[in-house]
């Protein structure tokens, strides 16, 4: 099935430094969505992103859909150590009724 | 409060044993999913369900069954088949089926098989 890559990881960063994580699919998406999962929690719906070249902010977090359609980012600005987290990106598969979850990236923020 | 609830958060078995893992949502959802978890590891689909009385396989669903026999209930079984059956379960709900829709995740349940 359809599968999203995203990279790094693992990011170790200090505390107020920016971070990255970036999300890569071989095909077209129609949409791609961010979650974050605490530490010992269950995934958090972020956003979601439709468009091509679309971008979002909220607050220190920016999203961006690549022009293709088939990467996106998401950049936090200043880290703080609420960031601690992984975070996932989901894209939908051939089969439109599932979509699969990138390994996610792994956040801690040394404070 | 509406949510999801997934019972118990820690759940211990022998091999060999079958145990049903519960997920019941009050947000009036047609689609739940079950995922499956490993440490250091994004989430696995094992079942999904777009409305009562129907389910489909994902993409690890040997070892697993499920049932929606009602719209806010889907357990999941892990049978004695499913050979690595250690992992964090977390059930999910979307308003309908597709990737244009929202998840909601359940507290998961850790289950540990020795």
């Known amino acids: 099935g359809q599968q999203v890559m995203q990279i790094p990881q693992y990011q170790h960063v200090q505390e107020g430094e920016d971070f990255t994580t970036y999300c890569n699919s071989s095909t077209t998406l129609s949409n791609i969505q961010w979650y974050k999962q605490r530490p010992g929690g269950h995934p958090v719906f972020l956003i979601q992103l439709v468009k091509s070249g679309e971008v979002k902010k909220q607050k220190r977090l920016t999203f961006q859909f690549g022009e293709a359609k088939k990467n996106s980012s998401l950049h936090i600005t200043a880290t703080q150590t609420t960031d601690v987290g992984t975070y996932f990106c989901a894209g939908p598969g051939y089969n439109f009724n599932k979509f699969y979850f990138g390994s996610g990236t792994k956040l801690n923020v040394k404070p | 409060d509406g949510g999801i609830t997934q019972s118990p958060k820690y759940l211990f078995r022998k091999e060999g044993q079958n145990v049903t893992l519960s997920c019941e949502q009050n947000?009036?959802?047609?689609?739940m999913y079950w995922y499956r978890q490993d440490p250091g590891q994004g989430l696995r689909l094992i079942y999904y369900?777009?409305?009562?009385?129907?389910?489909q396989k994902g993409d690890i669903a040997e070892g697993y069954s499920v049932s929606r026999e009602k719209k806010e209930s889907f357990p999941l079984t892990v049978t004695s088949a499913q050979k690595n059956p250690t992992a964090f379960y977390l059930c999910?709900?979307?308003?309908?089926?597709?990737?244009?829709?929202?998840?909601?995740f359940g507290p998961g349940t850790r289950l540990t098989v020795t």
């Open positions: 999910a709900s979307s308003i309908g089926t597709g990737p244009a829709y929202e998840q909601y």
């Open positions: 369900s777009q409305i009562v009385n129907d389910f």
């Open positions: 947000l009036n959802h047609d689609a």
